[in-house]
């Protein structure tokens, strides 16, 4: 078992070579669309499987409460909560399309869609960032080491580099509460 030392050890080494890869200007990009969108009242629909799907929620919920400032509800949907609708699609036509079913429902061009897999590979995901590109959504991705499938669906992709699942959801912490405060402060002090 490793010890706590060794545990943060590893989490600041993974920060700094995330430091390195220099996500500052896509995050910049990425802040800014989903602003443009939101502040046009278009959709952020945001998915992902598993402890994805935690970070999914924990997004959903920073922009459609608050997170540092007061403002307005900002339009987004967690496509992983909907337990009835993932289910019913699941058992009748496979877990693989349920969030990209969802998409098809929500999607407006315009919107975005923020996509979150430690391996970049899940199906549901991919499938997902495919029915959003069709129908003019922009793509955020949240993923490992290389991006995965993901990769080339992605308008703005944060492959941490990493294969640890644990490691890579620590750094995507960090990121996605980046990715909310800069969406907040642009619809709150109007800078769309």
């Known amino acids: ?20 890869a220099d996500f500052g200007p896509a995050m910049d990009r990425a802040i800014a669309a989903t602003a443009r969108a939101l502040a046009a009242g278009r959709p952020l ?3 992902g499987n598993g402890g994805s799907a935690a970070d999914a929620q924990h997004i959903v919920t920073e922009l459609v409460g608050r997170f540092l400032r007061e ?11 909907d337990a009835a609708t993932i ?72 492959a941490v580099p990493s294969a640890s699942t644990p490691a890579i959801q620590q750094v995507h912490l960090c990121l996605y509460h980046c990715f909310c405060a800069g969406v907040e402060a642009a619809i709150a002090d109007g800078t769309v």
């Open 45 to 47: 629909l945001v998915c």
């Open 87 to 158: 289910t019913a699609w699941s058992n009748d036509k496979g877990f693989d399309t349920a969030f990209a079913r969802q998409v098809e429902a929500h999607a407006e061009p315009g919107g975005v869609l923020l996509a979150l897999s430690t391996s970049g590979n899940s199906p549901s995901v991919v499938n997902a960032l495919e029915a959003a590109r069709a129908r003019g959504m922009a793509t955020i991705g949240l993923t490992g080491k290389g991006g995965g499938r993901m990769a080339p669906l992605c308008d703005h992709l944060f």
């Open 1 to 20: 078992m490793p010890s706590l030392d060794a545990w943060l050890s590893e989490a600041e080494s993974l920060i700094a070579a995330t430091r390195r």
């Open 71 to 81: 403002r307005r509800a900002l339009r987004a949907i967690c496509l992983s909560n």
